[in-house]
């Protein structure tokens, strides 16, 4: 891959997310819907931000899981996402097109993990998740996620524009889908220091 920038579509633009391939196999439907994030990228404006919000959607009854399972499911989403995206890239014929949201949706659960490991996800689980502090707690990770994946602080600029393929569609995301969850966790720390 030559050290230039990758060309990407204009999001700041309105984009018709490209249509699959007439002649795509059972398998490519279903890696192109997955791709997709189940129909969550399709919308024309802004479809990363629609995208995270189909993740945090799944993420909930996910998290009612527990910690560790909670876990394995989003490290596999990060390794199989590579392969979802990439080949989602190439039926809709270019490089990262922001339809593409399956890396929002493994974004958002890493900087999610945090939240699930303080036992959020206990026996109380649907009734713990109703409370104040987990709504909150939900809107502060998927704002850090998305400040994050929009504004792409180094090393996630680079990510973004030097790495190819799938991998390179997932790697800014898991990025700052890392440092939206540490970023979380100062938080989280930090509000419970002083409110004792």
Not at 14 to 35: E, F, H, I, S
Not at 61 to 74: A, E, N, R, V, Y
Not at 118 to 139: E, K, R, T, Y
């Amino acid at each position: 891959m030559p050290d230039h920038d990758l060309v990407k579509p204009d999001i700041r633009k309105a984009n018709d997310c490209p249509p699959l391939p007439v002649n795509a196999t059972m398998l490519d439907r279903a890696v192109y819907w997955l791709g997709l994030g189940l129909g969550s990228g399709l919308p024309r404006r802004a479809p990363g931000t629609w995208g995270t919000v189909g993740g945090l959607i799944v993420a909930i009854p996910l998290l009612s899981l527990g910690f560790i399972p909670f876990l394995i499911i989003t490290l596999l989403s990060c390794v199989i996402g590579i392969w979802i995206c990439g080949r989602t890239s190439d039926l809709m014929g270019g490089h990262d097109d922001p339809h593409i949201v399956w890396d929002e949706w493994a974004g958002i659960w890493i900087t999610l993990l945090p939240l699930s490991y303080i036992g959020i996800a206990n026996s109380n689980f649907w009734h713990n998740i109703s409370q104040p502090f987990s709504i909150a707690a939900l809107i502060v990770a998927f704002i850090l996620f998305r400040f994050f994946d929009i504004v792409k602080p180094p090393p996630i600029g680079w990510a973004d524009k030097k790495v190819a393929g799938g991998l390179g569609i997932m790697l800014d995301d898991i990025i700052a889908g890392i440092m939206a969850a540490a970023v979380w966790v100062i938080i989280y720390n930090v509000v419970f220091y002083f409110a004792d």
